[in-house]
């Protein structure tokens, strides 16, 4: 029986697997939980993510949640995928859940609060706090120092220092985009001060290209909308109807 995999784009730990899906051939079927129209919260989800969270996947009767877990499974339970995404080496492997398991609380709440109290806001129902948005970018600041001082250190292009990425590229990366998002005057603020992780996101992008920009096509197209409303004077922003619309359809 064929993997599925249950997503939704709008997700940045769901766009990291399925880039990994890609870009290692894999066979599988994506089934689309649309968080907007609260797909996620069925109780027919819920048998295969108790979490009620994205991204999970099927593959014939083991079920699986987490996408940490999720690519180290795909990465040594498919035939072919090259080593460098998941060495067997068990120094290298260990290094690779040391990136992993920071990630999970260190970068992703940054980029999640600052987009989720910014322009989605609206969209999710909520009103704009910018004093959290402040705190996310506290935080993001903290993580992408981090990242530079420890594992860009030595200009690797590469987490792990090669000349080819792992699943820790795949997923610290997708979170990173999600500040697509933001007003581009935003995000260049807040990558600005850290030229190794901004090349560093540019070789992923060009060691998993043309992958790479389909899974983050829908962020690009969401951005794109709401510019040209912007442009058109449309009085509606991210809160206002039409873009609501939009994001609706897409996160
Ligand atoms: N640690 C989880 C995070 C999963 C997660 O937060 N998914 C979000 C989308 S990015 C979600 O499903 N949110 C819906 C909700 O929590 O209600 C993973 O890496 O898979």
Redesign the pocket.
Known sequence: MKLKVYA?R?????RAVILFLKLNGINYEEVRVD?AKHQ??TPEYAEINP?????AIVDGRFKL????A?LIYLACSFPGVADHWYPADVFKRSKIHSVLDWH?SNL?PGP?TIVRNTVLAPALGRPFNPEAAAEGEKFLSASLSKIESIWLKDNGRFLLGGNQPSIADLSLVCDIMQLELLDESDRDRLLDPYKKVQQWIENTRNATNPHFDEVHKILMKAKEKRHNQRLNGANNGWGGPEMKKTLLSKI
């Open positions: 939704d709008m997700s940045q730990p769901a968080i996620h919260l979490m009620k969270q994205l991204p949640f987490e996408s940490h999720i999970h992703r999640v």
